[in-house]
């Protein structure tokens, strides 16, 4: 029987998720980390895998950042152990060439990413996901969720990948990755910690640069 906390996380977690729904070039969002395993407490934050259209990932992280941190519901770098409950943390995206999970396998890796629990998205890319990343044990199949949420599209999300689906989102993409990187190898030697885990590139970005909440 799941904790009444839990319950609570879930319901919060579902409503602020939705704002995915105008990122562009985002085609599934998956929870993860605590929320994902049960694991929760007064103070957890909302871990997601974002899965994103191939040549798009860093203006995909880009709009998610901004949306997410207008309404306050993003987990910054800068916050405090102590003020990151409830706030969505963008630490996972991938592109389809890179669904495949990297290793370690084993361990606590494999339970969070056992526990992963498909929310929004294109089920199809969700179930392909699932299929290529056969190192699971048991291996995963994917079935939807009752909290799936079906509409995860909006008029504004298809208006700006209209906008940015040819050159001009092309010269974009390596603006924002030139500028997130950046921005990346600045911070990353103060924001390493614990087991630290930083990974860019044009197909997937990961941001576990403390796993210590992980093992807590």
């Known amino acids: 029987m799941k904790s009444e906390l839990y319950e609570l996380k879930w319901k919060k977690f579902l409503k602020r998720v939705r704002l995915f729904r105008f990122v ?18 007064e103070g957890s934050d909302f871990d997601v895998m974002v899965g994103v259209r191939q040549g798009r ?3 995909a992280r880009f709009f998610s950042v901004a949306i997410f941190e207008l309404f306050g519901y993003r987990r910054k770098g800068t916050d405090h152990k102590g003020n990151v409950s409830d706030k969505i943390c963008l630490n996972h995206f991938v592109t389809e ?4 999970l990297r290793p370690p396998y084993g361990g606590t890796w494999m339970e969070l990413y056992q526990s992963l629990v498909p929310v929004m998205g294109n089920e199809e ?3 392909r996901f699932f299929e290529v990343n056969d190192w699971m044990d048991p291996k995963r199949v994917y079935r939807r969720d009752a909290r799936y949420i079906k509409i995860n599209s909006s008029p ?3 208006l700006l990948e209209w906008i940015f689906r040819g050159r001009m989102g092309d010269g974009l993409e390596k603006v924002f990755k030139r500028k997130q990187i950046a921005r990346i190898e600045t ?14 590139s044009d197909d997937e970005l990961e941001f576990h640069p403390d796993r210590s909440k992980f093992e807590e």
């Not at 562009?24 to 407490?41: D, I, Q």
């Open 24 to 41: 562009p070039f985002v085609e599934f969002v998956l929870a993860a980390g605590s929320l994902a395993t049960g694991k929760v407490h």
């Open 57 to 59: 990932i860093f203006t």
């Open 97 to 100: 060439r890179a669904y495949k």
């Open 125 to 127: 890319k969700i179930e």
């Open 156 to 158: 504004i999300k298809e």
């Open 187 to 200: 911070g990353l030697p103060k924001a390493l910690g614990h087991k630290g885990r930083v990974f860019w």
